[in-house]
């Protein structure tokens, strides 16, 4: 399903409605599993921030924190959803924490937050982040890095339990790393995160 220039999927057809925002260099895949598992009790809607996954990026996105929580609120307000419940993993729970702060989606649809891991330290962000974030160096790295091996190392911060990584998540993430629109996204989202609006947030979740 794409809705602007959200793409999300949708998964399980059950009565508790579940958006769920994924983790940096991430994608909807990230929730395919839970929607299959308890597809009789959940719809899952797994969103594609900006730029990643099967998202497009519209002309001029800055992919600040604040630009990726607008467009994640304004897909879900089309959805007219009445009740539903917020997940989201790394860069995925520090949108959702701008959301509330910001007041984007009515307080009264909102069920339940689940917030796992969200970045709101430093210390949270993963190993490559901290190299990608160096603009001489970032370019240069994704130029070098196969596609396959970028998604390795993204699976392998986003996955507890390495020995769930399948050889088919593998290829499905290789394949969004090949695409230009991924790359941009990843580079642009880890340059801007540590910028004013990452700070605002931190200070005010840490309260």
Do not use: W
Not at 96 to 101: G, H, K
Request: proline letters at 2%; glycine letters at 6%; aromatic letters at 10%.
């Amino acid at each position: 399903m794409t809705n602007s220039y959200i793409h999300s999927e949708v998964y399980g057809n059950g009565s508790i409605n579940l958006i769920c925002i994924h983790g940096l260099g991430a994608s909807h895949l990230s929730y395919k599993a839970l929607g299959l598992e308890f597809s009789d009790e959940l719809t899952v809607h797994s969103i594609d921030l900006i730029g990643f996954g099967k998202s497009k990026i519209p002309d001029g996105f800055d992919f600040h924190v604040h630009s990726q929580a607008e467009e994640v609120a304004n897909f879900i307000t089309k959805l007219k959803l009445k009740k539903f419940s917020l997940v989201g993993h790394s860069l995925g729970g520090l949108i959702i924490l701008r959301i509330l702060i910001k007041s984007l989606l009515p307080v009264k649809n909102i069920s339940n937050i689940f917030l796992i891991s969200p970045l709101t330290s430093r210390n949270q962000f993963p190993y490559f982040s901290k190299i990608l974030k160096i603009n001489t160096i970032n370019r240069l790295l994704f130029n070098v890095i196969p596609s396959r091996l970028l998604a390795r190392m993204v699976l392998n911060y986003h996955f507890h339990d390495q020995n769930l990584i399948s050889q088919d998540i593998v290829d499905n993430y290789t394949k969004y790393y090949s695409l230009k629109t991924n790359k941009i996204a990843m580079i642009k989202t880890i340059e801007n995160i540590f910028k004013q609006d990452f700070l605002e947030l931190q200070i005010k979740y840490n309260k």
